[in-house]
């Protein structure tokens, strides 16, 4: 079997499959006991800076589940640390940044990445691809306004106020600042796709606090500006945010092949408004992990039923897979996922 001819990679480009392709965004990570032991003593960060751990734990995912894609190891905060920004991954918490962006002076301490900033990350995707064989990789950045949300809020934030504050009240910095981001996610996506990467991943895990005028005005073209600037890779994009169901279209429209939904919308509606031409991604809710097994696999097959509307589909969760889910629900999920006949 190719690389080329994986059923992941046919289904972003829109062709047959023979069976619908699955994988899980945060596959790797707490839920899986052989992870929590590897990471045991090593700061979330160094980790991600250490390849022979990477290529490990990416790997520990596809050995379990036989998932059809594997995805690095690492974090969308990991470029920033690399071009020098004070940061660190509070374990419960998530990124902390020391000294957040409220100004010009701060933006101007962006500079860009280069591919020797983060050498860690092109060894261990040639690890990581060479152990893979036929199963494809995926890269993956943060995508501008979720990127700038932890460096001005400091930290997760569940209504992005200083971040939206700063994009209503300060459009010039906010460009400023936005336009910084998508060099560096360009730049992190292009060394991971040199490096053998066979798909990319824009994560705008929290576009979705915006409403479609905003989107369009604020944050698509930053987003837009990556995608484009790596078209020329030949690999499939993939463009994700949680709660997006109103910004599909103008989603769509940044240019990815491959618009990744959550689980609010279902996906023959989310294609439709993504429109002709785009695959999708998605979009089991997470917590159906924790409900009986038939339950789960139930609400599967709607999903893949939904996804047949779709020009092409990659079965996975709505968002992240949560910590405290049973990896072998998990198991059970691909194993359905692979065996099921649509409709
Ligand atoms: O100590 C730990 O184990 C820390 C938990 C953890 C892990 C396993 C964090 C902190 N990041 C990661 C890895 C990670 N992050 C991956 C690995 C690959 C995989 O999917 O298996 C990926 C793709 C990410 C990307 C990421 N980081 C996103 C986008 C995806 C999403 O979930 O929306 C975001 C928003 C982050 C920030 C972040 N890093 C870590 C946490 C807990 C968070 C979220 C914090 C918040 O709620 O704002």
């Known amino acids: 079997m190719l690389l080329s001819d994986s059923a992941f990679l046919r289904a972003c480009r829109g062709e047959r499959v023979p069976h619908v392709p699955v994988w899980f965004m945060r596959q790797a990570g707490r839920s899986l006991p052989e992870y929590r032991a590897l990471r045991e003593g090593v700061p979330m960060l160094e980790s991600c800076t250490r390849a022979e751990l990477v290529v490990e734990i990416t790997m520990q995912p596809v050995r379990r589940y036989g998932v059809d894609a594997a995805i690095l190891f690492s974090d969308i905060v990991v470029p920033l640390k690399a071009i020098g920004v004070d940061l660190d991954i509070v374990p419960g918490t998530g990124p902390v940044v020391a000294a957040p962006i409220r100004d010009l002076a701060a933006v101007g301490q962006l500079r860009e990445l280069t591919p020797e900033d983060v050498p860690y990350v092109t060894e261990a995707i040639r690890g990581a691809v060479g152990e893979l064989g036929a199963t494809p990789l995926i890269g993956f950045a943060g995508a501008p306004f979720t990127l700038a949300s932890y460096l001005i809020e400091g930290g997760p934030s569940k209504d992005h106020r200083l971040t939206k504050a700063m994009m209503y009240g300060e459009p010039d910095l906010w460009h400023a600042l936005l336009g910084r981001l998508a060099k560096i996610a360009a730049v992190f996506l292009r060394v991971q796709a040199e490096a053998g990467a066979s798909a990319v991943q ?23 500006a990556v995608l484009e600037a790596v078209a020329d890779l030949g690999v499939p994009r993939i463009h994700f945010g949680v709660g997006t169901g109103e910004l599909l279209a103008s989603m769509g429209a940044a240019g990815a092949e491959v618009v990744g939904v959550d689980w609010r919308v279902p996906l023959d509606e989310a294609s439709k408004r993504i429109g002709p031409g785009r695959a999708v991604q998605g979009n089991l809710d997470p917590t159906l992990a924790f409900a009986p097994t038939a339950v789960m696999t139930a609400r599967a097959g709607e999903v893949i039923d939904a996804g047949r509307h779709a020009p092409g589909h990659v079965f996975n969760l709505g968002h992240g897979v949560l910590p405290g889910t049973d990896p072998d629900q998990l198991a ?12």
């Open 202 to 224: 824009l994560f705008d895990s929290w576009a979705g606090t915006l409403g479609r005028s905003d989107y369009e005005k604020y944050v698509r073209p930053h987003s837009q």
């Open 332 to 343: 059970r999920l691909v194993d359905f996922v692979h065996g099921y006949q649509p409709r």
